[in-house]
Structures are given as C-alpha cells and as structure tokens.
Nanobody
Framework: QVQLVESGGGLVQAGGSLRLSCAAS????????MGWFRQAPGKEREFVAA????????DYADSVKGRFTISRDNGKNTLYLQMNSLKPEDKTVYYC?????????????????WGQGTQVTVSS
C-alpha cells in the first residue's frame, strides 16, 4: 500500500554533508512512522533514525546523534535525512522504511515497507 524511493546519495569527502530523500506514495502518509536504516556488505542492518507521522518525536542511533537529522514534509510525502560531519564509517547503502505504528522505533522488524536504497560513499 506504499512505495518508497530513496535518492540523494553520492560521493562526499569526510567531514562533508549530504541530504537523502525518500519519496513515498500511498494512503494516509501522515499516519506512517518512517525510519532510516543502513547496511554495509557482510554486516547487519543498522538503525539510523526514525520519526513519527507528524514529526513530533524522533529517535537516533548513538553513532549518528548530533550529526544526522531526520525530518519529513507531509505535504510532499517525502522523508529526509540530513547528514553532516560524515565519516568514512558512514559509507554504505541507506534505506528508508515505513510502518503504521505510532512509535519511532529502531526495530527493523516493525517496518513493513522498504525502499530500494541509495549509496553513500565517504572518502578519506
């Protein structure tokens, strides 16, 4: 019932910034909790950030807290992840996800819909 398409990934030097976008299509967009996850080859999927339907509550992984900001524009059905002070360890594929839950959760199993991912490369 919802489709997600990530964009905005690319190559950036360490210390630089990128903004990822996730365009969504589906009903009742502002009812969905949205999250960002990332997964490097051979490693487990890692929670990055989540935001409630109206943007009132957010949650961040400790590894990105203070550097990344999650936000949403419900008028555009779009989720964002502003990434500042990027580090080489941030280099991986980033995915957006959606759920009809009400809590900004870090549990990947709680999310029912996923995008295809966008590659972020951070050079040293």
């Amino acid at each position: 019932q919802v489709q997600l398409v990530e964009s905005g990934g690319g190559l950036v030097q360490a210390g630089g910034s990128l903004r990822l976008s996730c365009a969504a299509s589906g009903r009742a967009w502002n009812m969905y909790v949205m999250g960002w996850f990332r997964q490097a080859p051979g490693k487990e999927r890692e929670f990055v950030a989540a935001i409630t339907g109206l943007g009132g509550s957010t949650d961040y992984a400790d590894s990105v807290k203070g550097r990344f900001t999650i936000s949403r524009d419900n008028g555009k059905n779009t989720l964002y992840l502003q990434m500042n002070s990027l580090k080489p360890e941030d280099k991986t594929v980033y995915y957006c996800a959606a759920t009809l839950g009400r809590i900004a959760t870090d549990a990947a199993s709680a999310y029912n819909y996923w995008g295809q991912g966008t590659q972020v490369t951070v050079s040293s």
